[in-house]
C-alpha cells in the first residue's frame, strides 16, 4: 500500500471514484483543488453512509450509498452554501463543503451546546 503522498493526483482522484461511485455529472462536482485531501472526502462519504445505515438498519452498497450521499448531503449542502454566499475565493463546492462539513462536525463534536455557545456563533453570522 502507498502513502497518500506518494499517490500523483490523478491517482488519488480515482481512488476517491473507486470508493465514492457516482455518474459523470456528480463526478464532475466533486472536483478539489488540493488532490490530496480525495482520500479525506471519501472517509467523510463513507462515514456519514455508516451513519445512514445504522440509523435505517440497512445495509448500502457502495453505489447506493454514494448516490444517497451525494443527494441528501452533497447537492443540499452544496445548494446551500452557494445560496448563501459562503463560498470562499478560489473554493470549488466540494472544497465548500469540505471546508463546512468539518465546520459542523467539530461543533457537534467538540462544543457543548449552551447560550454562550448559541450566542459566540450568531455573533459571527452578524
Do not use: C
Not at 459542523?104 to 451546546?113: L, P
Request: avoid cysteine.
Amino acid at each position: 500500500m502507498h502513502a497518500h503522498s506518494d499517490l500523483s493526483d490523478q491517482e488519488l482522484r480515482r481512488l476517491l471514484m473507486q470508493r465514492v461511485p457516482l455518474g459523470k455529472s456528480a463526478r464532475r462536482a466533486l472536483r478539489l483543488t488540493d488532490p490530496k485531501r480525495y482520500p479525506w472526502l471519501a472517509e467523510m462519504v463513507e462515514a456519514w453512509a455508516a451513519r445512514l445505515m445504522f440509523v435505517e438498519g440497512t445495509l448500502l452498497d457502495r453505489g447506493q450509498a454514494a448516490r444517497r450521499w451525494y443527494e441528501e448531503e452533497f447537492a443540499p449542502v452544496s445548494g446551500l452554501i452557494q445560496e448563501g454566499n459562503l463560498m470562499e475565493k478560489g473554493e470549488t463546492p466540494a472544497d465548500a463543503y469540505m471546508r463546512v462539513a468539518g465546520e459542523r462536525y467539530s461543533v457537534f463534536h467538540e462544543h457543548v451546546w449552551n447560550p454562550d455557545v448559541i450566542e459566540v456563533l450568531g455573533q459571527r453570522r452578524r
